[in-house]
């Protein structure tokens, strides 16, 4: 059993930064490939960044250049740092591993979400 605990969502204005931080407990390991997806109301959930145990990030064209996704192994936690934020990054931001070491598949485990609202 993995547990995905997110924090650090709140609102923010345009032009703001927010830092989301997950913590995993239980049955991982640093072999895991880690990322974060987002769902706004009324659309699908849909794929932010994700990076592998080797460090190598991807990200979702909407967001390339703007958030960064980086990981401390030792400590089991991802973080994603999003910057230059806009209204359309609204939405509850989901916190996902893995079952490989790279992230080319589904993901089979999910944190429980932390809203991102960004408006003025």
């Known amino acids: 059993q993995v547990q995905l605990v997110e924090s650090g969502g709140g609102l923010v204005q345009p032009g703001g930064s927010l830092r989301l931080s997950c913590v995993a407990s239980g049955s991982i390991c640093s072999r895991n490939a880690m990322g974060w997806f987002r769902q706004a109301p009324g659309k699908e959930r849909e794929f932010v960044a994700a990076?592998?145990?080797?460090?190598?990030?991807y990200y979702a064209d909407s967001v390339n250049g703007r958030f960064t996704i980086s990981r401390d192994k030792p400590e089991n936690t991802l973080y994603l740092q999003m910057n230059s934020l806009k209204p359309e990054d609204t939405a509850m931001y989901y916190c996902?591993?893995?079952?490989?070491?790279?992230?080319?598949?589904?993901?089979?485990?999910w944190g429980q979400g932390t809203q991102v609202t960004v408006s003025s």
């Open positions: 996902a591993a893995y079952p490989a070491s790279s992230p080319t598949i589904i993901p089979s485990s």
């Open positions: 990076i592998s145990s080797g460090g190598s990030p």
